[in-house]
């Protein structure tokens, strides 16, 4: 059974969507994360992901996935947990598998990090390769919030329950207006029983998703620019000014404001550039309070620049910081120019575009296909 799923890009609510009932705006891309499930006799179990050059083996004993030599596989973190929520989920009888996963190439690899949500992708993509090789239809709606949970879930574990799972959200159900579940829900999850985990995942969480259609006009483009940073590191600086500076709530306020606002606007030219840019102002603000590098001179110098060249709107999506710089232009003559300008400023442009879906069934074909060009 093959399915895939789509990396994101974040445009509004980096930060503020980690607090509970703000929003925010996910775009689906049309870069997908592969995954191929094929039934293994017994309870063996292997996981191959070519790109990292990862092969990992183990086995279902009692309803549990056990790896031999689990220890040696960070890379392969998310699908490894991924694997075994789907298998505390499916019960003690769930069959054996291999597990491929393959990315397309705008997802970077290794050090070269793009800020498309790789790690969400992939942990959705398996999910819905195991639960649909034992018999579940993807397509059903009821499917994919049962998708959602687990993902939500097993992306938590492997992040040390950091994030708000919008990247998530977004490559289960597309592009979207997204606002967090409660952090508190996955309490309890790993250590409870599996009866307990199994009517955790069944229930409506409290998060809100609603999928939103893009302005036609709106033409995405996106670079790499070569300056890796740790999202986990911004988020614990962000966290500590959180505990320690009263002007972080006022902060995050007149940010998700500003979010709302713009997305509200999203088909009014004018408005949705004034209030996305009250959300950037903000946003860089909330950095300057807190000593995260959310955005540095040079690249409010290089926003300032890309405006000039085509840019409608222009911004480090997600967490910030400088993995990666997007824009959307309203007309191919200025995307060019947009993309002339960033080639000049030696940025590493990526061929993407706007998904048009969530997650959803392969063909073998298809896989076979996406295996072959990227493995």
């Not at 399915?3 to 705006?25: D, F, M, T």
């Not at 891309?29 to 990862?54: C, S, T, Y």
């Not at 938590?156 to 994030?163: A, F, N, T, Y």
């Not at 998700?256 to 999203?266: D, G, P, T």
């Amino acid at each position: 059974f093959c399915a895939s799923a789509p990396g994101k890009i974040l445009w509004l609510g980096g930060y503020s969507v980690l607090e509970k009932g703000n929003v925010s705006l996910v775009s689906a891309i049309d870069k997908r994360v592969f995954a191929k499930a094929e039934k293994l006799q017994g309870g063996a179990v292997e996981f191959l992901l070519p790109q990292f050059k990862v092969k990992a083996v183990g086995r279902i004993t009692g309803g549990k996935l056990i790896l031999d030599g689990a220890e040696s596989f960070e890379k392969a973190k998310f699908v490894i947990e991924a694997a075994k929520a789907c298998v505390r989920y499916l019960g003690p009888n769930t069959s054996g598998f291999r597990l491929t996963t393959v990315s397309d190439k705008a997802f970077g690899s290794g050090k070269k990090k793009t800020g498309l949500g790789s790690s969400a992708a992939v942990t959705v993509a398996a999910v819905s390769a195991i639960l649909g090789l034992n018999g579940y239809n993807l397509t059903d709606e009821k499917a994919k919030i049962l998708i959602n949970n687990l993902s939500q879930y097993a992306h938590s574990i492997s992040q040390g329950k950091v994030g708000s799972g919008f990247d998530v959200a977004s490559a289960v159900f597309g592009t979207i207006k997204y606002s967090r579940y409660s952090p508190k829900i996955l309490d309890g999850a790993s250590s409870n029983g599996d009866f307990y985990f199994k009517t955790l995942i069944q229930k409506n969480w409290d998060y809100s998703i609603a999928p939103i259609s893009l302005p036609k006009k709106f033409i995405p483009i996106i670079a790499s620019t070569n300056s890796p940073i740790s999202t986990t590191e911004m988020v614990k600086k962000i966290n500590q000014y959180k505990e320690t500076d009263g002007l972080y709530f006022e902060t995050i306020e007149k940010l998700n404001s500003a979010n709302a606002l713009a997305i509200q606007n999203i088909d009014n030219q004018e408005k949705f550039l004034k209030y996305f840019e009250d959300g950037r102002r903000l946003t860089k603000m909330l950095g300057e309070l807190s000593g995260a590098e959310i955005e540095n001179p040079k690249f409010s110098n290089l926003i300032s620049k890309s405006n000039s060249n085509g840019a409608y709107v222009c911004k480090l999506p997600g967490a910030g910081g400088g993995d990666s710089i997007a824009a959307i232009c309203l007309t191919d003559a200025n995307w060019q120019k947009l993309l002339n300008f960033w080639k000049k400023e030696r940025l590493d442009v990526l061929d993407v575009g706007f998904g048009k879906f969530g997650v959803k069934r392969e063909s073998t074909l298809a896989f076979n296909f996406a295996y072959k060009t990227n493995a």
